[in-house]
């Protein structure tokens, strides 16, 4: 891993993350729908159309995205803190490059299907990101309240105050959140027994979407695969799509719904078993709502109001030892 410096975190961060830590103690696990200035977006990817960009070294709509997102990810310290008494670190600084799967620094990837159906052979271009969830159980799930449910359709962790502990990874049903150790408020707070990281994946553009302008996947695509739109527009397109190739949806009853919608001439299923899965590569099987799921991560989210008021009041405390040690100027000058 190449030289990084540990970047400092001011102390309006560290209040800010003091008082999440305490929302989420008082309140539990609940969902934190925020008010935009639009109503719910949804987004349509037409398979039928990605050709991946084959005269592109980088696939358009994945270079915009890195474009936009690859400064947001600040370089960890070096060496990584280790996690007692045990806990797994995850770099991804010294592979910034990958493009072929999910990363802290890659939101979008393409999935390549090769499929047989109804006597022909399909090559299939599949740009993959978060679904965003209607009701995502990792909103519902994380401890610090880091993760939020947007009005625009948007799901986005907060990386200021995230952790890293990545549970909403293990709610999540395609396991989409990428994990980036040595960056974030634990460093501050408690660099060797909390998370270790932070979590990041695509947040849908929710600026963009705020000011009534398209993630910039959508826009950067050369051949109209991908679209955005008012969420009943957008679900009428899908469905009139699908019915004039006699094509399949997904996304649209996933997970008890997403603002990701798919439309393929090809069977989901038949694409799910073609596909490379793994880390960072979700797969396209049916998914059934996972909110049951944090019911299993019920012994984590009871201990959250106590993990919460711990890093409240550690965060606290080294807010005012900086307020003693020195003023505001001063420590943005360090």
Known sequence: ???????????????KAAMTAAVSA????????????????AALIDISRCDGCPDRKTPACIQACREKNLRHVPEPVDPLPEVFP??????????????????????????????????????????RRCMHCDNPACATICPF????????????IDSEVCFGGAKCRTVCPWNIPQRQSGVGIYLQIAPTLAGNGVMFKCDLCH?????????VCVDACPRN???????????????????RMGGHLYGREENGGTATLYVSPVPFE??????????????MAPVERRMAKTDSL????????AIGLTAGVLAVAGALKGRKNGSPEEEQKK
């Not at 891993?1 to 209040?15: A, D, F, N, Q, V």
């Not at 309240?145 to 986005?156: D, L, R, Y």
């Not at 019920?298 to 109001?305: D, H, I, K, M, T």
Request: net charge positive; proline share 5%.
């Open 86 to 127: 045990r806990g797994k670190t995850e770099d991804f600084s010294d592979r910034k490059h990958l493009t072929g799967r999910l990363t802290p620094y890659n939101y979008l990837f393409i999935h390549k299907a090769e499929v047989e159906h109804d006597g022909k052979r399909w090559s299939l271009n599949i740009p």
């Open 298 to 305: 019920g012994n984590s989210v009871l201990l959250s109001p």
């Open 225 to 243: 695969a991908l679209l955005s739109g008012p969420r009943d527009v957008i679900h009428a397109e899908a469905l009139r799509r699908a019915d």
């Open 207 to 215: 600026d963009r979407l705020l000011e009534g302008k398209n993630p």
């Open 270 to 283: 038949k694409i799910d078993a073609a596909i490379d899965k793994g880390p960072g590569r979700p797969h």
């Open 26 to 41: 008082g309140l539990g696990s609940s969902v934190h729908a925020r008010t935009g200035t639009g109503g719910a977006v």
């Open 145 to 156: 309240a880091a993760n939020h449910k947007h009005k625009t359709g948007a799901v986005v």
């Open 1 to 15: 891993m190449t030289e990084g410096k540990k970047h400092g975190i001011s102390r309006r961060t560290l209040l």
